[in-house]
């Protein structure tokens, strides 16, 4: 069996197509895997919901929202109870469960396949190709998971709406998809009848999310706790507290207009009134950053747009419906399946991975080498220039080209390689990052001087695949890349 699987900030949550018909893997009534890694000496590592109830008692054995510290520079490895975990055994922790949980999910369903063959995971749209590359090795190295490839969280949520009784064909859509970490926006249409089947016009992402309405709204309950005893110092298990009941306070002011925040700190009880008016004027700029984003979208795109499809949990705040209602008055706005479009789309689109003409996708980001500029005359390493072999906006699969020569015979060949949204052919390396080296084995009776020719993909995946042949001699080269870590 073929699942989807959409990875969240928040929660995780496995999918598959049961007899044409998207359908979550959960054991009954789990809303999904909250993606949490929790680990002290004496219980060993637990996930999800175990991790959640065991961190609020210990909140530095826990590991909150993973998938938005991947590419965090300044926090390279977790140390929990003395013992220290990368990113990608974390990742690879959490993948792991998802699978557990869908395996029971499939027998609780009591399908005929038992097994999973493999996945495709969502994410962000515009996670660079080590966050991808991390992501892939945890599921494959660590949760023992088949990535089939990945889809971007929009792209499965409009798939998944143009899929559902309501969704209809011939139409354009912008999704919004507002949830833990990211906010993420795309415009794709659905023309069943023309060569492509799903076109995705444009996307566009934010590193923000319900967890940074979270972090305003604690600080909102900490300034109405400090009203009431001006002295109160917040802890960090104090702080957690408020976190989690900020969050359940954010949740109700999606229904009513006021809610309670109730906490004991320090032997002190607390009942703090928030309106939601009040919750929404100190969010209010967070939301206009999303709603940017959509502006810059939409004049970029420039095509006519039939709905407004919002997704994500985060979108069940009033205010991002009553933003769209005011910004685009004549747009039709949908909220769809906010917790589940992703992995709906991400299941339907796992059993059309291999079809060429099913989903077209544009490249988010340029891939150029490092080479001296016209080395012959100057060898000058002043002179050292990204030479872009991949255009961000590229239709994908996209390859691309380039030359090098062997500095010796028989020589290993490595090249620097660069990652930036620079359209230019050729720009300086500080305007790009630096994300790893590609090694190229010298061929047996290769010579000083030949030519290999180097040719880089980006897959429909957004994952680099490398080719490289001597050209004097026409034999493929061993050629692979060694990614940074973050
Ligand atoms: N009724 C609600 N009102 C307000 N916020 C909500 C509601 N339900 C869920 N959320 C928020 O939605 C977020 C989780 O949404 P979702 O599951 O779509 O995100 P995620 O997939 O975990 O994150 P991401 O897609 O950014 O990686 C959390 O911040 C949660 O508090
Ligand atoms: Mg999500």
């Known amino acids: 069996m073929k699942v989807g699987i959409d990875f969240g900030t928040s929660f995780s949550l496995p999918a598959a197509l049961i007899n044409g018909t998207p359908a979550t893997l959960l054991p ?27 961190g609020e008692k210990f909140p530095r054995n826990v590991v909150r929202n993973v998938k938005m510290e991947i590419s965090n520079p300044n926090q390279k490895t977790f140390t929990l109870d003395g013992k220290t975990f990368d990113k990608k055994q974390i990742v690879g922790h959490i993948l792991g469960e998802v699978k557990q949980v869908a395996l029971i999910g499939i027998e609780h369903r009591q399908l005929v396949s038992q097994e999973i063959d493999g996945a495709i995971i969502s994410v962000p749209a515009a996670f660079n190709l080590r966050e991808l ?36 064909d011939d139409k354009t859509i912008l999704v919004y998809d507002l949830g833990g970490g990211t906010c993420d926006v795309a415009i794709v249409r659905s023309d069943k009848n023309s060569d492509e089947w799903y076109k995705v016009i444009d996307s566009d992402m934010l590193r923000i999310g319900g967890r940074d309405w979270d972090k305003l709204l604690g600080e909102l309950i900490k300034r109405k706790c400090r009203e009431q005893v001006p002295d109160i110092e917040f802890d960090l298990k104090a702080q957690s507290k408020i976190l989690d009941v900020a969050i359940g306070v954010k949740h109700t002011l999606s229904r009513l207009d006021k809610a309670f925040a109730e906490l004991e700190l320090d032997d002190e009880y607390f009942e703090v009134e928030v309106t939601r008016a009040e919750f929404e004027r100190i969010t209010r700029e967070l939301l206009q950053e999303t709603m940017r984003m959509v502006d810059k979208l939409k004049s970029r795109c420039r095509t006519k747009i039939d709905y407004v499809v919002c997704v994500g949990g985060s979108s069940n705040m009033p205010q991002v419906r009553a933003a769209f209602e005011k910004n685009y008055p004549d747009i039709e706005i949908r909220l769809f399946e906010p917790e589940k479009a992703i992995a709906f789309g991400a299941a339907i689109y796992s059993e059309h991975v291999t079809e060429e003409n099913y989903l077209h996708d544009i490249c988010k980001f340029s891939y150029g080498a490092k080479y001296i500029q016209n080395f012959n005359r100057y060898r000058d390493p002043d002179r050292l220039r990204i030479f872009n072999i991949i255009y961000k906006g590229d239709e994908l699969p996209a390859s691309g080209e380039s030359t090098s020569y062997s500095v010796d015979d028989g020589a290993d060949t490595h090249i620097e390689i660069y990652e930036s949204e620079c359209t230019k052919k050729i720009y300086l390396p500080e305007d790009g990052t630096h994300i790893g080296e590609i090694e190229i084995r010298g061929l047996k009776g290769s010579r000083k001087d030949d030519a290999t020719i180097l040719t880089v993909t980006i897959d429909r995946s957004g994952l680099m695949n490398l080719k490289a042949v001597d050209e004097r001699t026409g034999k493929t080269a061993r050629v692979e890349i060694k990614l940074k870590d973050f």
Do not use: H, M, T
């Not at 009954?28 to 065991?54: K, T």
């Not at 089939?148 to 969704?167: K, L, Q, S, T």
């Open 28 to 54: 009954g009534g789990q809303y999904g895997v909250p993606s949490v890694f929790y680990f002290d000496r004496r219980r060993n590592i637990l996930i999800g919901e175990a991790a959640q109830a065991r």
């Open 133 to 168: 590359n991390l992501i892939r090795e945890a599921a494959q190295d660590v949760a023992g998971l088949k990535v089939f490839g990945f889809i971007r969280e929009p792209v499965a949520a409009a798939i998944a709406y143009f899929n559902a009784p309501a969704g209809e």
